[in-house]
């Protein structure tokens, strides 16, 4: 076989390690371009910025672990009801038995650990598919954090507990922000020089090969459900601080925030492609967009459709980028002139105009309006 | 080459259930030497080769190594006597890079301050020496998932990762080329044709006779579960070759 040049190595190959860093950071850029000439002023404050990296911070340790989960074809969808549970159980041991406050953390973090263990061996054991698994148990963690905690807030907690979660360094970043760096720093090792990391990506990018060469792949994927598990509690104990407060349907939103942000990173859904360092770029660049939408006085409900659609676009594009023959036939007209995309165009055309009809009937023969409450 | 055989199997009879997959059936490898195994679907190859890397145990029959009764109960046990295979969907990780997938299952390791961890430099510079010593290939850059590598790069990974075992005395390859175009074929006959000269036992399972006629030095021929005949590859034809594989005036 012929020896090549190092010069034959194209331009793409050149960028396409860093393509997935390259993604959040154009997104990054454009939200701080919108940003800067919207709302400058209010944006682009110290506050702010220490704002959009408290509410990062939260997001951080979940992203690490979130970014092995998915390397292997798993997700876990029970990470918010975790960090609520764990978060509960914390408040209980602390303030109702009088717990220390560090052993209430430890324990937070263990339990996380021992609840992904659990979601592991659901879906290794039993063999229950990982979305199905996940989001059972996603139901049995949030329903025992409501029958622990009934509809109370627990309030006020010792001052370890705040420093986790809302504390500053005086010489450095707030500790949170510190937390979720060390913890990405963590992750990157494991992900690089561990037979964890390694096997992460192999398992994802192709089982039976990882299977016939005699990787324990099993064990492997419940170490990951491990990892997430225990970086949900952190999260639950760095929420319970940053609020001073938690409660049985605290961090609702958790799981698809975190999965937003390691996809848009460049971590594939499809498996074997890792990237800490897009997941990391990918939680700074939600924050700051939820921070935007908050800076612009956009209602709060919006979050949940933004995080949506970046989930979406960014699972589009980074498929079509991996597509071989991405320049297609003969344009859009073409594609849209097929037998396939016909049938579909009626089918939508009919849909709309239903809704339409449905909407102008009921306008037309609209009488007495019932008030709600 | 007429010494004694590095691995030889005597009357391997393999039976799934009521269903005789193999018939006392007979093989033997030498070193130095690709032995060709041809067959219609079903013929009893691949099983045959299964009981040889140890995946599945004979029914009946024995299998010497070098003079050695030959027992093995998984594929570990082949692989530590030397005896391997790489298969036709070679078993990579494309997303890996070539270094991480040749070591994939038994990284080299180091040991810092009392924690092992991935020694990555250390396989790589592993992975590119046994790529250019043993199969005299190079590749531009070991930095590339192991997906952008062409189908014969990707071939020299796979068989690197099994002639990296120093003891490893009997390869199997099973259709290495099934998947691959006119040039990355004859590559792939060229790194069999040096695996030969290291005095390795080459076995190989192709439907593609053009394969076998180039590279094998004798061509043992199955059909319906039976060794129905083994020739010299110099001293045959296609023509004969094809006839025992479908049987010819023998059959009924």
Redesign the interface.
Known sequence: ?A????S??TIK?RID?YLAILGPLAMIMMILVFMGIAEPARYFRLSNLNIILLEAALYLPLAMAMTFVITQRGIDLSIGSIAALTGIVMAFAIKSYGFPAWIGVLIAISLGATLGLINGLVITKFRVPDLIGTLAMDLVYRGFALVLAKGLVLARFPDLITDIGRGRLSWFLPIPVTIGIVTFLIGY?LL????FG?YS??I???P???E????AVDRYKIYAYVLMGAAAGLAGVMLTGKLNAIQATSAPYFNLHVIAAVVVGGTSLFG??ASMLGSFAGVLLLSMMINALVTLRIEFFWQSVASGVVIITSVAFYTWLQKKDRDGAKGIMAALATPETTKLLRLVGLLLATLLLLFAFGYVFSGETVPSG | METTPIVSMRAITKRFGGVTALEAVDLDAYSGEVLAIVGDNGAGKSTLIKILTGVYQPTSGDMDLDGEPLVMNSH?DAIEKGIDAV?Q????????DPA?NMF????LTTSVLGFS??D?ARMRRETERVLKER????L??L??PTE?LSG??RQ?VAIARAVYHADLRVLVMDEPTAALGPQETA?TL?LIETLKAQDLAIILISHSLDDVFAVSDRIQVMRRGQRVGLVKTAETTREEVLGLIVGGAKAA
């Open positions: 076989m020896t090549t040049a190092a034959t190595i190959e390690p090792f690089k020089r561990t037979h390694r990506i192999a994802g990018s192709n039976e090969a990882a016939m060469t005699g990787i074997g492609r | 570990s298969y969907t070679l078993a990579l990780a494309d997303h890996l991480a994939l299952g038994s990284e961890m991935l990555n199969l005299g290939v190079t531009k850059s930095d590339v952008s014969g790069q020299a590559r060229a």
